[in-house]
């Protein structure tokens, strides 16, 4: 039995939750038989120049996102006046009738540049409790910004990027606005349709502008859910960047799949391609660890879906890096994502063999516990550690005087390292006062 101990100098005073009191939305209430024609019109923005949002429309954002040719996002959730919505941990939540989910997608003109991102479409996602089905309206902003207009069919438009790994530093980037119906093969029924407001992908901090919190916490706070859901948060599912280097790197490429390609790889989909991505799904149920592919085998002489050990024989990276119909994901995308595909190769490349030499490097040697970030902190603490033998590792949070105040984590570890967050809360999901706290780190072998 190993034991690592770690003072956090200071805790702040109680967190300040993103967002302290839920006004009412009373401007877009979206009709389905009277579609708005123009986002001006639509009551989402209160001043069309500033772009100022409505208030009552609440922002979000996800951990890990979906991959849109380096399109950057903006979200944002309108429940009918003050609706509440009805709390899941794993399955998909239930909105009211008329919740409209918004999704801003800029582009960035001068590469590496965020001054030079301009708004190019807003999407809008509306719930029709009649039907019980989700419709999607897509809206293409015009050059000058001044507004964007509802499409009546699919729309490709081409912008020019500047873009120095280009050939003569100019590349055409080509934007897919979809059709209505053209929306429901992402937003699939067994889905849920919703893809991305869900709490494994909401539960993280997010920047409300005045703090930063978690938006979980934020959300139950103002009254959004139909319960309380304070004494969850601790234990709640929680996906992760994939590019988050201080996180566990099996942990970032589920959290890519999920993201990317569990919409449609799931049970009841799609019958030649019966893999399942979701993000709960333990890797051995998901239907393609060594598994021979059906479709394209990429010239490979012995391919797999993921082939255990070895991710450039893996179909999975091989339809990542492709530019033809046997590209994944197939929809609205022509760049490659070529750093999400390096997470998922590397990945790959240490399933079931990370014991082996080549990858003996890039395990850790000790068992430790780092200095936790920042500190003093007010919002959230990064804890880090790592992990040298398999065993179940227990972090928990102490006062001065030893008593616990909160498990952080309490779960089998594979060799690794590992990253663990702390928000002041106790295992009441109250806040502590400040003072000298410590973090006590176990393993059992």
């Known amino acids: ?102 999704k801003n997608f800029y582009l960035e003109f001068d590469t590496g540049d965020p001054s030079s991102r301009d708004l190019i479409e807003t999407r809008f996602l509306v719930y029709d409790g009649v039907t019980d089905k989700w419709n999607g309206f897509s809206y293409q902003w015009e050059a000058d910004g001044s507004d964007a207009v509802l499409l009546e069919r699919e729309v490709t438009e081409s912008y020019f990027v500047l873009d120095p790994r280009s050939e003569g530093g100019l590349r055409e980037h080509q934007h897919f606005f979809p059709s209505r119906p053209l929306c429901d093969r992402c937003h699939v029924k067994e889905a849920g349709s919703v893809l991305g407001v869900t709490t494994a992908q909401l539960n993280g901090p997010f920047d409300y502008g005045a703090a930063t919190d978690n938006q979980l916490r934020t959300l139950n706070h103002i009254g959004l859910f139909t319960r309380d859901i304070q004494s969850e948060l601790e234990n709640l599912p929680r996906m992760a960047n994939p590019l988050d280097e201080t996180v566990d790197l099996g942990l970032r ?159 089998f570890h594979a060799p690794g390292r590992y990253t663990a967050w702390w928000d002041g809360g106790n295992d009441a999901g109250q806040q502590v006062a400040s003072g000298v706290i410590f973090t006590a780190y176990r393993q059992d072998r």
């Open 1 to 102: 039995m190993l034991y690592a101990l770690l003072m956090l100098h200071a805790v702040a005073q109680a967190q300040p939750y993103g967002i302290e009191t839920r006004a009412p939305n009373q401007s877009l209430l979206f009709s389905l038989q009277d579609p708005p024609p123009t986002i001006s019109s639509s009551g989402l923005y209160s001043d069309m120049e500033s772009r100022t949002v409505s208030p009552g429309i609440i922002p979000y954002g996800v951990n890990a996102v979906l991959w849109s040719d380096r399109a950057t996002k903006e979200r944002f959730i309108a429940l009918p006046g003050t609706e509440r919505v009805e709390f899941s941990a794993q399955d998909p939540w239930r909105f009211p009738p008329n919740t409209v989910l918004i």
């Open 253 to 411: 490429a589920r959290s890519y799949l999920a993201a990317n390609c569990a919409h449609c790889h799931r049970p009841g989909v799609i019958d030649k391609a019966d893999i399942d991505l979701r993000f709960e799904t333990p890797l051995e149920q998901t239907g393609a660890l060594d598994r021979i592919p059906t479709l394209a085998s990429f010239g490979m002489s012995d391919p797999r879906i993921i082939k255990s050990g070895d991710g450039v024989n893996s179909s999975f990276y091989s339809r990542m890096l492709a530019i033809d119909s046997n590209r994944m994901p197939p929809l609205a995308t022509e760049l490659i994502d070529w750093q999400s595909a390096e997470v998922i190769r590397r990945w790959i490349d240490q399933i079931g063999v990370s014991t082996q030499v080549r990858f003996e490097q890039d395990l850790p040697t000790d068992f430790a516990l780092e200095p936790n970030f920042p500190n003093p902190f007010n919002a959230i603490t990064t804890i880090r550690y790592r992990v040298s033998d398999a065993g179940k590792v227990t972090l928990t949070v102490f006062d001065a005087v030893g008593q616990s105040i909160s498990v952080l984590v309490d779960r």
